[in-house]
């Protein structure tokens, strides 16, 4: 009878020790990899991880968002991803388990937007990337004006402008330089379609050069209505071989020598004689790049200029925004006197 109690008794000892050891170890199972480990108040946070990111660098990322590292460090050497660490932008949620954060940080890269429109510099379109992605602007520069590419796609360090159509894209936070770079060519070749193409070359242009025309004639005038007439003006002249003589390259011109920042409000007779290639006063044909980051407008402006006679135009200060058109010089002095009489009237010297 004895031994059959001391068997009980052992047997109910087992039990219950097997019974614990399962209750910890499932305990412990649970608080591993499903019990919320998240420690913020927001509805969700996104964590920036950079490219070759290591365990201790995460650590500091992620620790002051989980309420037990310790466990979360558990489960990401259980499930091997501190081994394979991968760059991105990632969403927490508030409550997520350790489970829920690794395969978030494994699997979930979010994409971002990248906007960008009227910049005046390539510098400025690098800056303003570097906000969005991983690549910052040194690196975009550098991207931008390398020689291989350069010269394989027949550009260099002021053409190669031209290939950034602004627009909304889409990128992964970690996107590098030469990814961004390249992305931006394929969609400036995707747009290059064989009827723009054919455009252009009716003209003798190529995509290039009309989007250097389609920024200055983007600076000409805001007005979308009056840009094919302007186009038509300067495709005359550069048909009949006469300079551009377009005020908008002149306004580049003194900003390269002066700074980008200075304000310009009146051409001078002294500036067509700053010395530079953007000056179409001195040079005949197309600057040898962009002055302005043209719309999708302007450079369909260009491709579907108006076919008209005029070679000259000013200012209209009756109607703000546009201009008067002239088939000749004299008609063209006629109808700058107005224009020039409204500068001395307001008082404006520069």
């Given amino acids: 009878m004895e031994n059959k109690k001391l068997y ?8 219950l020790s097997f019974l614990f050891i399962s209750s910890f170890f499932l305990f412990n199972f649970y608080k591993t990899y499903y019990s919320d ?20 660098n995460l650590q500091q990322q992620i620790i002051p968002f989980l309420k037990d590292s310790t466990t979360f460090l558990d489960a990401a050497y259980k499930t091997k991803y501190v081994f394979n660490i991968k760059a991105g932008k990632y969403k927490i949620k508030k409550g997520f ?21 009227n910049m005046e510099r390539i510098e ?37 402008f031209s290939i950034f159509l602004p627009n909304t894209y889409e990128f992964y936070w970690n996107t590098s330089a030469d990814q961004f770079r390249d992305k931006m060519l394929d969609q400036f070749k995707l747009f290059w379609n064989p009827s723009r193409i054919k455009k ?6 190529n995509p290039i050069e009309v989007s250097i025309l389609a920024s200055i004639v983007q600076r000409e005038t805001p007005k979308v209505d009056e840009r094919p007439t302007i186009s038509g003006v300067y495709y005359n002249r550069l048909r009949r071989k006469m300079k551009l003589q377009a005020d908008p390259t002149i306004v580049y011109t003194i900003k390269l020598e002066k700074g980008f920042d200075t304000r310009i ?24 790049g962009p002055i302005y980051m043209p719309d999708i407008s302007s450079i369909e402006s260009v491709l579907n200029l108006e076919n ?12 703000p925004g546009y201009h008067m058109f002239a088939k000749t010089n004299s ?11 409204w500068l001395r009237k307001n008082k404006i010297k520069r």
């Fill in 8 to 15: 009980k008794i052992i047997i109910s000892v087992g039990v």
């Fill in 37 to 56: 480990n998240t420690n913020f108040n927001d509805e969700s946070i996104f964590i920036f991880i950079k490219s070759g990111t290591g365990l201790n």
């Fill in 97 to 117: 388990s350790n489970k829920e954060i690794i395969n978030s940080l494994r699997f979930k890269n979010i994409p971002v937007k990248v906007t960008f429109n």
């Fill in 124 to 160: 400025n379109l690098a800056s303003r990337v570097s906000k969005f992605i991983e690549a910052d602007s040194l690196s975009l520069m550098n991207s931008f004006n390398k020689k291989t590419f350069l010269e394989s796609n027949d550009l260099d360090t002021e053409s190669v």
């Fill in 200 to 205: 252009a070359k009716s003209y003798n242009l």
């Fill in 265 to 288: 409000r009146r051409v001078l007779y002294r500036d067509l004689r700053i010395r530079s290639p953007f000056n179409t006063y001195l040079n005949k044909g197309l600057p040898p």
């Fill in 308 to 319: 008209h006679d005029y070679l000259f135009f000013v200012a209209d200060v009756k109607r």
């Fill in 331 to 341: 008609q063209h002095n006629k109808n700058k006197r107005q224009y020039t009489s």
